[in-house]
């Protein structure tokens, strides 16, 4: 393997985003150059990484000194909230999922680090906006405390930027699906939990209503995209707040009927609960042009091939 100039630090290692990520680091960049991170115990099922530290990322004195001992260049800040674990920890959302970012900026501006990676969501549009195809550029108006904290990030990372040069990138992630982490505390988990569900008891009850789209992306197109953006040159990046992807966009009632493909007696039944009012301040479908024509945004994974993908892995896991 090619030897890496890059040190990177990932937060929230041990996520659904940061195990897969961390993996990923470490096949490019080797194992000697990933340090991963997070809040609970080392758990060598989930990641390979040769480094890890646990720290409470909104440590300040902790992080700083981790970045110097490792001699630090790179970040992915992943270490977050979801939608709704936030509606019940406002306070703590708002600690945790601004803070940090403004302290790895800090050290940017410094030029202790390089590059920051940062996940911003579609929970920034809020209400008021077209539900169909949302352009990059719009009003925001998220009603969530998820949602404020992630556009008043994607605020943090255009003033670091303009005003001291800081090299910080992020997407709009959409729901995001994996086999491999389970999800924990978002609106958009619903389509993790239903295959979890579908492959050990043949059924599930949604919590989000049967009609009720909203943008979805694999976690395998996620990872390449979030790897695509980073490595894009500088002067391609246009956007400094935050990326749009879409991926694809599929109600639960389009969830299950693909999944009975696999599973002929699967049922679903829905049982809202307050995620539904979440849900319906999301857009249900993205316009992701302006990534595709900055740094080359692509996707493998539709409907049919992920739930394929997904009940296949699940059924050799679940045993
Ligand atoms: C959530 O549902 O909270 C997240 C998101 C869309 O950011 N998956």
Known sequence: MESSTEKILITGALGQIGTELTNRLIEIHGEENVVASGLDRWDSTTTNAKYYERMDVTNTQLVRQVIQDYHITTVYHLASLLSGTSEKQALFAWKLNVEPLINF??????????????????????????????????????????????????????????????????????????????????????????????????????FISENTAMPMLYMEDAINATLQLMEAPKENITIRTSYNLGGMSFTPADLAAEIKKEIPGFTIDYKPDFRQAIADSWPASIDDSVAKQDWGLNYEFGLPEMTKDMIDNLKIKLG
């Open 105 to 206: 900026c800090e050290m940017a501006k410094e030029g202790l680090i390089n590059k920051i990676f940062w996940p911003s969501s579609i929970a920034v549009f809020g209400k008021g906006i077209p539900k169909e195809n949302v352009a990059q550029e719009v009003v925001l108006n998220p009603s969530t405390v998820y949602g404020i904290s992630k556009l008043a990030g994607e605020k943090w990372c255009e003033y670091y930027f303009e005003k001291y040069g800081v090299d910080v990138r992020s997407i709009r992630y959409p729901g995001l699906i994996s086999w491999k982490t389970p999800a924990g505390g978002g609106t958009t988990d619903y389509a993790v939990e239903i295959f979890y569900d579908a492959v050990e008891k043949g059924s599930y009850t949604s």
